[in-house]
């Protein structure tokens, strides 16, 4: 069993920055491709970044230039840097990654709980 714990989240003002952190755990035998999704009230779940494990990165349109993923394999955990956050970036943001489980032979995909992000003034 694999589990992504996410932290970070919280309320920030418009231009303001933050940092979500995501650290998976459990019987991880490799990790591919770690990456953040979020999900606005009334809008479907969304790309937002994804970083491969040889450090390959894409990002939305809506946030280049602006977040900054990265990740730190010995520690299985994913980063996402959000700065000039503005109200859009408002939504719950997810951790997804794919992974390789001891006992299995083909990657499979894991979530994490969410945590809110709220741009406001």
């Known amino acids: 069993q694999v589990q992504l714990v996410e932290s970070g989240g919280g309320l920030v003002q418009p231009g303001g920055s933050l940092r979500l952190s995501c650290a998976a755990s459990?019987?991880?035998?490799?990790?591919?491709?770690m990456g953040w999704y979020r999900q606005a009230p009334g809008k479907e779940r969304e790309l937002v970044a994804v970083?491969?494990?040889?450090?390959?990165?894409n990002y939305a349109d809506s946030v280049k230039g602006r977040f900054t993923i990265s990740r730190d394999n010995a520690k299985n955990t994913v980063y996402l840097h959000m700065n000039s956050l503005k109200p859009e970036d408002t939504a719950v943001y997810y951790c997804?990654?794919?992974?390789?489980?001891?006992?299995?032979?083909?990657?499979?995909?894991?979530w994490g709980q969410g945590t809110q992000v709220t741009v406001s003034s």
């Open positions: 970083i491969t494990s040889g450090g390959i990165t």
């Open positions: 459990g019987s991880i035998v490799s990790i591919i491709n």
């Open positions: 997804n990654a794919a992974v390789y489980a001891i006992g299995t032979t083909a990657p499979q995909y894991y």
